[in-house]
């Protein structure tokens, strides 16, 4: 049971270059989610999808596109990267019975935006 | 508006020498509060969740506790494999996101 996997654990981009993060969950969760997280300012959500098929905005959206075509898994696109997207992206799912369970979460990719 | 503020930012204890993290929120309707674990280079390993003010929850070292507008986790005795950061989030009722706080940084010396 491997739980939430993430792809790629590392990677270093040029401005404006493309590329997608790649999220995988085998808990058969519903909601899943991503965040960024950069010092000093915690986990900040950057989209999230409540189901397949369906993908919403978050706090911080903008520069990033979502994908949720099959219940496992997550993409997260950067169309044309900016330095200000360095950061470790952090993928988590949960189940939607009930408000109160808890977030399951990879151990992030660290991009790197030159 | 929803908000999530821990302290201390940082914390260096001894081998043994209890303390305890705060986590002050400021939400409505609060559907759970949530304390994690973050190791370097790694995700947020899930520890707690707790529901209502009054409720206590533990595991071993560790001891979280829940009031209308703060939670505490106590850490007794704290060994140095507990060095870690802290993280803590808020659900709020109707909604699908989760605030988190920006965590302490625990470091526990041998």
């Known amino acids: 049971n491997a739980g939430v996997t993430q792809t790629p654990k590392f990677r270093v981009l040029k401005t404006g270059q493309s590329m997608t993060l790649l999220c995988a969950q085998d808990m058969n969760h519903e909601y899943m989610y991503w965040y960024r997280q950069d010092p000093g300012m915690g986990l900040r959500l950057i989209h999230y999808s409540v189901g397949e098929g369906t993908t919403a905005k978050g706090e911080v959206p903008d520069g990033y596109n979502v994908s949720r075509l099959k219940k496992q898994n997550f993409l997260l696109g950067l169309e044309s990267a900016a330095p200000s997207q360095t950061s470790v992206y952090f993928c988590a799912s949960s189940y939607p019975q009930g408000e109160n369970q808890p977030q399951h979460f990879g151990d992030g990719t660290r991009l790197s935006i030159l | 508006e929803d908000q999530v503020t821990q302290s201390p930012e940082a914390l260096r204890l001894q081998e043994g020498e209890s303390s305890s993290l705060n986590c002050s929120y400021t939400v409505s309707g609060l559907r759970g509060l949530f304390w994690y674990r973050q190791d370097p280079g790694k995700g947020p390993e899930f520890l707690f969740t707790?529901?209502?003010a009054g409720e206590e929850k533990e595991k071993e070292r560790l001891k979280a506790t829940l009031t209308k507008k703060e939670s505490f986790l106590h850490i007794t005795a704290p060994k140095p494999e507990d060095s870690a950061t802290y993280l803590c989030?808020?659900?709020?009722?109707?909604?699908?996101?989760?605030?988190f706080g920006t965590g302490t940084r625990l470091k526990v010396l041998a």
């Open positions: 707790l529901y209502s």
């Open positions: 989030a808020v659900r709020r009722s109707g909604t699908y996101k989760y605030i």
